[in-house]
């Protein structure tokens, strides 16, 4: 099946892909060529992507997937491949932003915690 994996300003992954596992806000699903036709929201977490005996992984934030019999479209607020998170540096913001902050209540802080704790997350789980 086609699979468009994209931003506002980027193309992350554009071709072929024979499964594409991601998560909605009531847990993990899977997309296989033929699958009926769905629109879903997806929770921050990964997004894996096998194309050509491979796996491709990235950590989404905010979006949809769409997808009908042939095709599947993610459409993410941002994504990061697995590859490119540095958990030492992810651990180093948290630490600062936690001191800086002193108060994890703050809504600004706390969603940059959360952003950062899912890269860890994702970077546990699948780097």
Do not use: Y
Not at 74 to 86: M, W
């Amino acid at each position: 099946m086609r699979c468009h994996l994209r931003s506002a300003d980027r193309t992350w992954f554009e071709g072929e892909a024979s499964k594409v596992v991601a998560e909605s806000p009531r847990g993990e699903f899977a997309i296989l060529d033929g699958h009926a036709p769905l629109l879903a929201v997806l929770a921050p977490g990964p997004i894996r992507i096998e194309s050509e005996g491979a796996e491709r992984v990235f950590a989404a934030f905010g979006g949809t997937l769409r997808t009908d019999r042939d095709s599947v479209a993610l459409l993410v607020e941002s994504a990061t491949p697995v590859e490119a998170i540095d958990a030492d540096d992810v651990n180093a913001r948290i630490a600062d932003l936690q001191q800086a902050a002193g108060d994890e209540s703050e809504p600004s802080a706390t969603a940059e915690l959360d952003r950062l704790r899912t890269l860890l997350r994702v970077k546990e789980r699948h780097g």
